[in-house]
């Protein structure tokens, strides 16, 4: 089974990465909550989104990505814990 998430550690920094929506979570080791950092790959297909959007779906699309970051915040609480 092909893991969902990608994990590296170098040097006391910590990346979790979603190769399907391209967003990467980095923070320091020991210091997620202080330090948690999230961005978006720029080859993500989210970056390909048309600047002139309806509010509607520019809603939809922040909720979206919302949700991918908490999904991944609680796989990094479940995965690694001590690392945060």
């Not at 993500?44 to 779906?57: A, E, R, T, W």
Request: aromatic residues 10%; hydrophobic residues 35%.
């Amino acid at each position: 089974m092909e893991a969902k998430y990608l994990f590296e550690q170098h040097y006391g920094k910590c990346t979790l990465t979603d190769p399907n929506t391209g967003l990467i979570i980095e923070w320091t080791a020991g210091e997620f909550n202080a330090t948690q950092d999230v961005k978006l790959d720029p080859t993500s297909k989210y970056n390909l989104v048309p600047n002139v959007m309806c509010d509607g779906d520019a809603r939809k699309l922040a909720s979206k990505l919302a949700h991918q970051v908490r999904e991944m915040a609680d796989y990094i609480r479940a995965e690694y814990p001590e690392l945060i």
